[in-house]
């Protein structure tokens, strides 16, 4: 199995499966001299972890990273970074009645037909396991982004869950971490804890929008045509486990607008750079910064592996009847949170590695005053 790697000079390659001993990431291109340590990293690992609350699986995992090259008394190197994650809470057996089926939704079948084998584990390498590999990648990224971008914060929260949306007019940003929904909506997460008690209590499962936001991102990052940065933004969330859809700012939602309604007008701010007046584009154009918020939205689908019952078929062939067992996530979106802001530091950490190498000085520097 090939392409198991993203980004162009911070470049990350996982490994490893959700049942196997252990999963991880080798990093190259992370810049010499950035401080970080296990549990710099561990902070990040701990948002996305599984068994945090009755609405994610139940299994039981530390999710503890142990950094085993690439840092040196605090320090990177500027050689690999090696990443690597134990699992200690496997539990195969509750996979062996679909040894011989394909789970309906599921990456299942797809494997057989390409590869003729797979682990049909807990979905092998097709599992959201692999994803703490993701977030631990993505926690190196923000220590070196803190070092060379210490404004850049980067955030993401759930806007729904199944029909339910929360409402932007009690948008909060400090309400973010005080539950378990990662809703800047208060009354929505308390309506999303009632609809998740009595989905999760039936066995089945829902999907969800996922928002991530990224804030202090100089002007100047990507470039046209084919170094977009929107493309490396879009492609990084669509490579995450269920994702179906993927939007830049307004999204499809453009599609309703007028020209004048969609353009973001421009003007002179006091100290000599441009702002503008709504953010429309999500913070790109022409596949470049702008210096406003980076605004990315997607779309996960609902898990495919429920007890509820579904119709399938065997590796031979025949008609077969499908429950899937064991420990599983009634909504994959909640712990996508973490993975969709790991994403986005690796992806602007990359185009500022980039923007420095074309460009050279500090990434995103403003090239002269405009007017």
């Not at 996979?95 to 939704?105: L, S």
């Amino acid at each position: 199995m090939s392409l198991n790697s993203f980004g162009h000079l911070f470049r990350v390659t996982t490994w490893g499966e959700s049942h196997g001993p252990a999963l991880g990431a080798t990093v190259d291109g992370c810049p010499p001299g950035v401080a970080v340590d296990e549990a710099m990293i561990q902070h990040w690992l701990d948002k996305r972890k599984p068994g945090t609350s009755k609405y994610t699986t139940q299994r039981r995992e530390a999710d503890e990273v142990e950094i085993l090259s690439g840092v040196f008394e605090g320090q990177t190197t500027g050689t690999p970074v090696q990443l690597m994650i134990r699992n200690t809470d496997q539990r195969s057996k509750d996979y062996g009645d679909i040894a011989e089926k394909f789970r309906p939704g599921h990456a299942d079948i797809t494997y057989w037909q390409k590869y003729g084998i797979r682990d049909y584990r807990g979905g092998g390498r097709s599992s959201a396991r692999e994803t703490a590999a993701r977030v631990a990648a993505g926690g190196l990224a923000r220590a070196a982004l803190k070092s060379l971008l210490p404004n850049v914060e980067i955030t993401g929260y759930l806007t729904q869950i199944g029909p339910h949306k929360i409402d932007r007019e009690r948008f909060d940003w400090a309400e973010i971490g005080n539950n378990v929904f990662w809703s800047p909506d208060a009354i929505a997460a308390g309506e999303w804890a009632d609809y998740m008690d009595a989905l999760r209590k039936s066995g089945n499962s829902v999907g969800a929008a996922v928002e991530v936001v990224a804030r202090g991102v100089p002007a100047g990052l990507g470039a046209p045509v084919y170094g977009k940065i929107d493309t490396d933004l879009a492609a990084a969330m669509m490579s995450i486990n269920a994702v179906k859809g993927v939007e830049i700012g307004e999204g499809m939602a453009a599609a309703e607008l007028t020209g004048e309604e969609n353009a973001d007008e421009i003007f002179m701010g006091n100290d000599g750079n441009p702002v503008y007046s709504s953010n429309h584009a999500g913070g790109i154009l022409g596949g470049i910064s702008t210096g406003q918020d980076l605004v990315v939205r997607f779309a996960v689908k609902p898990t495919s592996s429920i007890l509820k019952p579904r119709q399938t078929i065997t590796k031979s062939g025949q008609s077969a009847e499908i429950i899937t067992k064991g420990r599983h996530d009634p909504c994959v979106g909640i712990r996508a949170v973490p993975v969709a802001e790991a994403m986005m530091a690796c992806v602007i950490l990359d185009h500022v590695l980039l923007h420095r190498g074309q460009i050279g000085g500090a990434a995103g520097e403003t090239r002269g005053k405009i007017g």
